[in-house]
């Protein structure tokens, strides 16, 4: 139910900056009591992790429904609001983010995207590039890269790109 933290480029300074939902989401069934000041939303509870910027409004559906970025509906949107905390220029405020756009690990190839969560997950892409002989299951984490950056003629070139990235930020 949880997202990792996703880096976002820091619209003060430019570096990367880690975006934090406002909102802790767990089944009910995992938790030995709900702990106080949480709301409960059919079988999620929902703790309020940052209280003084963000408080918790459930939608307008009983049963609870995750949004990702581009899905329509009624439910909670994430990588949407949230905190955004930089550690170059110690910035931490509220803001509303969009996502792929503001993805800080962002790159384009002869006109595909590529877009990583955060490092790790950026590390993870790099390492599947490299290797000489993939899997031909890729793994949930790695099934948003576009086909066309898989090929022989344009993997090199991501690779490189990704490495840099990587070295450099
Ligand atoms: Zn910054």
């Known amino acids: 139910m949880q997202n990792d933290p996703l880096d976002v480029r820091c ?21 030995p009591e709900v702990p106080e000041n949480s709301h409960v939303w059919g ?16 939608p307008d559906c009983d049963k609870p429904k995750f949004l990702q970025p581009g899905e329509t509906g009624v ?44 490092r790790e997950h950026a590390e993870q892409i790099l390492g599947f590039l490299q290797e000489t002989q993939r899997a031909p299951n890729r793994k949930p984490a790695l099934r948003g890269i576009p086909t066309a950056l898989l090929t022989r003629r344009l993997q090199q070139e991501v ?7 990587l070295a450099t930020a």
């Not at 619209?11 to 938790?31: I, M």
């Not at 690779?159 to 990235?165: G, Q, Y």
């Open 11 to 31: 619209s003060e300074c430019g570096k990367a900056a880690q975006f934090f939902e406002p909102f802790r989401f767990t089944c009910v069934v995992r938790l």
């Open 75 to 118: 439910g909670y949107r994430l990588n949407e609001r949230g905190m955004v905390w930089c550690k170059a220029c110690k910035t931490f405020e509220a803001s509303t983010i969009s996502w792929p756009e503001d993805a800080f690990w962002k790159l384009n190839v002869k006109g595909h995207e590529l877009v990583a969560r955060n």
């Open 43 to 58: 079988r999620v509870v929902v703790e309020e992790l940052f209280p003084e910027q963000f408080s918790w409004e459930q």
């Open 159 to 165: 690779s490189n790109k990704l490495e840099r990235a």
